[in-house]
């Protein structure tokens, strides 16, 4: 099998990044062709590191000459390697949608390869430090991205990004700066191994920097306020990137912390109720929307408390339900997005996009065989198993709101004119709908690394 460095994941889309300048003086035309192939390689790195991770266990890249816990670490685990696979193909996948219009230009292009690189950066890197700088590069370049449609919509959800964003930004150098000066390390695997040596009231106040910060990323509430507006602002397809790229990789962020990084039970039940506000507020928002893009972001919200419950459930079940949920929700949530070009009438009147888009929703909304239906169905089995009906009873509420927005957004929802939407977008989005429907038959490619992902992190590894 070849090995492939995790440095290549980042290196190869910024190098190249910096390079489409250039190929933009020798011709314009050339700058999409040229992004997707980048887009393109490195989806070809994180699906060979996926099976590289699967067949040998942990990746370790040491980078600067130095040692850990001085030098810089990248650690490619499980879950690390699943949302490489994912942010990277789908953001290939998303960028096609960019063919056969004049929307995109080379600084566009450039910001959307700084933010796939950036976001893979999140998952792979085995330094807190340089997660932060991957945060901030991600935050950057998503206010850019969203600013991108000059409109007054764009510009107002861009400044409100930026404002979270920089407060996230503040509480996260904060946590940072917390364990530094008790442990004077910022490698993940010699802090966890010496959490325990600082005091409980320090932890405590580093896990809630450190939780604040990067909620604002993960859409948690009550630290999402900037999403429905950033959504609705940008254009659809910078709103399908996001909710695939910044928002899973905030997630992942999350898993770390609680797992890795500082391991408190008590994270664990404040996980579980911000999960819960997270869900029911979300989906109770997007009742109440009109507008499409707003009512697909607060679903979004929704949809990242249920992957918060599942996540501070502590067991392999639910561990494997937020696998799946969070795949499920990027596929689906970006094939959504892209499907929102018009407001006037049922998406079901839309030839071109009725069937894929009638499968994300089913996905999103956990009908059987779709991933969301797998990711539901693992939840409810470990909620069960630990008696915990009270939750089950918010889930299920959940999902009967989402059921009714969603039903709306089918007859009310996209556009009638196939003109509409392009042959580029048509395409991105068929892409999508194929792949929710492989995993949703074949779910045990998906399963099988995600045991892996449970057992390795509930037994304190990567």
Do not use: C
Not at 117 to 133: C, R, W
Not at 171 to 185: D, E, N, Q, S, V
């Amino acid at each position: 099998m070849v090995s492939i460095p995790p440095v290549l994941l980042i290196a190869f889309p910024l190098f190249f990044a910096f390079l489409a300048p250039l190929i933009n003086m020798v011709s314009k035309k050339a700058v999409k062709p040229y992004t997707l192939f980048v887009l393109l390689l490195n989806s070809l790195f994180a699906i060979l590191l996926f099976l590289e991770v699967q067949s040998n266990s942990v990746v370790y890249e040491q980078l600067s000459g130095f040692y850990p816990p001085i030098g810089i670490l990248l650690s490619v685990g499980y879950i690390g390697a699943i949302l490489a696979v994912v942010i990277n193909v789908l953001a290939m996948v998303v960028y096609i949608s960019y063919f056969g219009d004049v929307e995109n230009s080379v600084k566009f292009s450039m910001i959307y390869m700084l933010v796939t690189a950036s976001s893979t950066g999140i998952v792979i890197t085995g330094d807190l430090f340089n997660m932060f700088v991957f945060f901030e590069i991600t935050a950057v370049g998503s206010y850019g991205l969203v600013a991108s449609m000059r409109t007054k919509k764009a510009f107002e959800g861009a400044f409100k990004y930026i404002v979270l964003g920089s407060v996230g930004s503040s509480f996260i150098l904060l946590g940072i700066a917390t364990i530094y000066g008790y442990l004077k390390t910022l490698n993940f695997y010699d802090i966890a191994a010496r959490i325990n040596t600082m005091p409980e009231t320090a932890r405590l106040m580093a896990f809630i920097f450190l939780l604040i910060g990067i909620g604002v990323e993960a859409e948690i509430f009550p630290l999402n306020g900037w999403v429905p507006d950033a959504y609705e602002g940008s254009s659809n397809r910078v709103a399908s990137f996001l909710s695939l790229g910044p928002s899973k990789a905030g997630i992942y962020a999350i898993i770390r912390l609680l797992f890795t990084l500082v391991p408190i039970m008590s994270g664990f039940t404040l996980a579980l109720i911000l999960g819960i506000f997270t869900l029911v507020i979300g989906e109770l928002a997007a009742l109440k929307q009109k507008d499409v893009k707003r009512m697909l972001a607060y679903s979004s919200i929704g949809q990242m408390g249920l992957i918060l419950i599942a996540i501070s459930m502590h067991s392999k079940f639910a561990f494997i339900a937020a696998v799946f949920l969070m795949v499920s929700h990027a596929l689906a949530k970006s094939l959504l997005f892209l499907g929102t070009r018009n407001y006037d009438a049922g998406t079901l009147k839309n030839p071109w996009i009725a069937g894929p888009i009638f499968i994300g929703v089913l996905s999103i909304i956990g009908m059987p065989p779709f991933p969301g239906f797998w990711g539901k169905w693992y939840l409810m089995l470990n909620l069960a198993a630990e008696g915990l009906w009270s939750i089950i009873l918010i889930v299920v509420f959940a999902a009967v709101v989402e059921g009714v927005y969603y039903a709306r957004f089918l007859f009310k929802g996209t556009g009638s004119d196939a003109r509409s939407i392009t042959k580029s977008e048509v395409a991105a989005i068929f892409l999508l709908a194929i792949m929710l429907v492989l995993i949703g038959i074949f779910p045990q490619y998906l399963y099988t690394p995600a045991v892996k992902a449970a057992a390795s992190l509930l037994g304190g590894g990567p």
